[in-house]
């Protein structure tokens, strides 16, 4: 399995952006499908985006959809999620998980690697 860390969440006002980063470990890192999850206080984790291994496809949540953008350098073993127009409901815990596995990529089981998460908060 891989082990990821993610990093950048923070504090931002509504309209804000923010850049959240999960490095990876591995040396088959561009093997991997990789995902953006989120949880919200009392709600079950959704999903945001996902990205295939070459990055050549990408799938986003339709309520992110516009706004945020998920990408990867193989290179560095990291995978990107920007987040633009950012709204007081995308205040959420942000998982990165990742997948060997040739699956859809939008539900929660099915990756089996996941970062510990990092809190972005949206003030009104």
């Known amino acids: 399995q891989v082990q990821l860390v993610e990093s950048g969440g923070g504090l931002v006002q509504a309209g804000g952006s923010l850049r959240l980063s999960c490095a990876a470990s591995g040396r088959t890192f561009s093997s991997y499908r990789m995902g953006w999850f989120r949880q919200a206080p009392g709600k079950e984790r959704e999903f945001v985006a996902r990205?295939?291994?070459?990055?050549?496809?990408?799938v986003y949540a339709d309520s992110v959809k516009g706004r945020f953008t998920i990408s990867r350098d193989n290179a560095k073993k990291t995978v990107y999620l920007q987040m633009n127009s950012l709204k007081p409901e995308d205040t959420a815990v942000y998982y990165c998980?990742?997948?060997?596995?040739?699956?859809?990529?939008?539900?929660?089981?099915?990756?089996?690697?996941w970062g510990q998460g990092t809190q972005v908060t949206v003030s009104s």
């Open positions: 990205i295939t291994g070459s990055g050549g496809s990408t």
């Open positions: 998980a990742a997948t060997i596995r040739v699956v859809t990529g939008t539900d929660e089981y099915d990756y089996d690697s």
